[in-house]
Nanobody, 121 residues
Framework: QVQLVESGGGLVQTGGSLRLSCAASGFTFGRAVTSWHRQAPGKERELVAGVTSSGGDANYADSVKGRFTILRDNPKNTVYLQMNSLKPDDTAVYYC??????????????WGQGTQVTVSS
């Protein structure tokens, strides 16, 4: 059974830091593309950060550049999101995603259960 289990969310004050973890079981990342998304109440889901299997090509939403870092530990089948200098606008449910590259067969697209991040003023 494939599972993505997220942890690390919680309540933090403005300017604080959190590290989200997404651990895969029953599955090996391999050449997958990993990413983090978030959705705030009343807003659409947005891509926060993504990285290719090599770890060398990362992209970030403009709103988090310089504050968030996506990290990947393939031997541990884990992807992290290090969040620094948190702002109230970062409050959202965060979801990790592990997805096959477009050329791979079979295709797959796995999501974590979501973890709540709340940043107080």
């Amino acid at each position: 059974q494939v599972q993505l289990v997220e942890s690390g969310g919680g309540l933090v004050q403005t300017g604080g830091s959190l590290r989200l973890s997404c651990a895969a079981s029953g599955f090996t990342f391999g050449r997958a593309v990993t990413s983090w998304h978030r959705q705030a109440p009343g807003k659409e889901r947005e891509l926060v950060a993504g990285v290719t299997s090599s770890g060398g090509d990362a992209n970030y939403a403009d709103s988090v550049k310089g504050r968030f870092t996506i990290l990947r530990d393939n031997p541990k089948n884990t992807v992290y999101l290090q969040m620094n200098s948190l702002k109230p606008d970062d409050t959202a449910v965060y979801y990790c995603n592990v997805k096959s590259p477009i050329w791979a067969r079979p295709q797959y697209d796995y999501w974590g259960q979501g973890t709540q991040v709340t940043v107080s003023s």
